[in-house]
Nanobody, 116 residues
Framework: QVQLVESGGGLVQPGGSLRLSCAAS????????MGWYRQSPGKERELVAR???????DYADSVKGRFTISRDNAKNTAYLQMDSLKPEDTAIYYC??????????WGQGTQVTVSS
């Protein structure tokens, strides 16, 4: 069994910051990719950011320059630092990992709400 435990979501004013964490545990085999997706009502789930085991990163255009993804391989933990948050960043954020067998695992999601 693999578990992904997310934390750090909440309510923040526009322009504020939040830091999401995702801790993976269980029969992980070997994690390749770690990433964050988000989904807001009426929209499809979309990639926010991802990072390889070697540290290469990809970001959605809408978050470039504002969000930073990082990981601690020793702790099997990924982080998403979100700065300059906008109301359109409001969504449920899901952590995902992909192991070396190309198997995907998802967290339960954490709500991020950006509102004044």
């Amino acid at each position: 069994q693999v578990q992904l435990v997310e934390s750090g979501g909440g309510l923040v004013q526009p322009g504020g910051s939040l830091r999401l964490s995702c801790a993976a545990s269980g029969s992980l085999f070997s994690i390749d990719l770690m990433g964050w997706y988000r989904q807001s009502p009426g929209k499809e789930r979309e990639l926010v950011a991802r990072i390889t085991s070697g540290g290469r990163t990809d970001y959605a255009d809408s978050v470039k320059g504002r969000f930073t993804i990082s990981r601690d391989n020793a702790k099997n933990t990924a982080y998403l630092q979100m700065d300059s948050l906008k109301p359109e960043d409001t969504a449920i954020y899901y952590c995902t990992i992909v192991n070396r067998l190309n198997k995907w695992y998802w967290g339960q999601g954490t709500q991020v709400t950006v509102s004044s």
